[in-house]
C-alpha cells in the first residue's frame, strides 16, 4: 500500500542535543508538510517542501530546519531541542499545492525531550 | 487566522447525530475536514470548496456556506467507530494553496 512512514515513531532526547526525525513517501506525491501538534492541539504547520523548494511558515523557530535529499524522503531538524519542543511531529504528502488537495498523514513520531 | 470549531466536545449514544461547526474570520476558500484518534494520524475525510457545495461519505457529509464564512460537518447515526477528534483546516488566503491552518478540533466520543 501507498503511504507516509515515520520512524522512528517514539524518539527521545536530551536538552540541546541535535535529533533528526524522518519521512518516506510511496505516493510520489510533490509536496511533504511537516506539522507540529502539541498535547490537546490542532497541528501547527511548519514548512514544506514543493519538490526541492523550501517554504518556511513566518512563525517557525530557527531551531528547526528540514531536508528533502529526493521525492521520497524528507527529514526534520532539531538544531537544540527545548523542553518546548516536546510533541507529536507530523509528516503529510500531497500531490500538489493546490486548496483542494487532499493531505495524507504518516503515523507520528512522538518527541520527547529530557 | 486559526478557524474556530465548535463544540469542542461531544458525546453520543451510537446511532444519534451530531453536528461539528468550523467558521472564520477571514475569507475562506476551501474547507477541509479530517478525524484523528488518539495516537494515530489525521485521516482526510473531505474537502469543500468555495460555491456552497455540499459531500457525502458515508454518512458523514458536510457544507460550506461561503457568505457565513462557516463549515460544518454532519455525522449521522453515528457509529462506536466514528469517535475521535475532527479537525478542520483552512488555506490562510487564496494563494496559501494546500498549506492549512487547523482549528483547535471536537472531540467525538461515541459510547454504546
Known amino acids: 500500500d501507498a503511504m507516509v512512514i515515520q520512524n522512528p515513531r517514539y524518539q527521545v532526547t536530551q536538552f540541546g542535543k541535535p535529533v533528526t526525525l524522518s519521512c518516506s513517501q510511496t505516493l510520489n506525491h510533490n509536496v511533504m508538510y511537516w506539522y507540529q501538534q502539541k498535547s490537546s492541539q490542532a497541528p501547527k504547520l511548519l514548512f514544506h517542501?514543493?519538490?526541492?523548494?523550501?517554504?518556511n511558515e513566518a512563525d517557525t523557530p530557527d531551531n528547526f530546519q528540514s531536508r528533502r535529499p529526493n521525492t521520497s524522503f524528507c527529514f526534520l531538524d532539531i538544531r537544540s531541542p527545548g523542553l518546548g519542543d516536546a510533541a507529536m511531529y507530523l509528516c503529510?504528502?500531497?500531490?500538489?499545492?493546490?486548496?483542494?488537495?487532499?493531505?495524507?498523514f504518516g503515523d507520528g513520531t512522538r518527541l520527547s525531550i529530557l | 487566522q486559526q478557524p474556530v470549531q465548535s463544540p469542542q466536545a461531544v458525546i453520543l449514544r451510537e446511532g444519534e447525530d451530531a453536528v461539528i461547526n468550523c467558521s472564520s474570520s477571514?475569507?475562506?476558500?476551501?474547507v477541509h475536514w479530517y478525524r484523528q484518534k488518539h495516537g494515530e494520524a489525521p485521516v482526510f475525510l473531505m474537502i469543500?470548496?468555495?460555491?456552497?457545495e455540499q459531500k457525502g461519505h458515508d454518512k458523514i457529509s458536510a457544507s460550506f456556506n461561503e457568505k457565513k464564512q462557516q463549515s460544518s460537518l454532519y455525522l449521522t447515526a453515528s457509529q462506536l467507530s466514528y469517535s475521535g477528534t475532527y479537525f478542520c483546516g483552512t488555506p490562510q488566503g487564496e494563494t496559501s494553496g494546500s498549506r492549512l491552518t487547523f482549528g483547535e478540533g471536537t472531540q467525538l466520543t461515541v459510547n454504546p
Open positions: 477571514k475569507a475562506l476558500y476551501s
Open positions: 517542501y514543493y519538490d526541492k523548494d523550501f517554504n
Open positions: 503529510a504528502t500531497s500531490r500538489d499545492l493546490g486548496m483542494y488537495q487532499p493531505q495524507h
Open positions: 469543500l470548496l468555495k460555491g456552497g
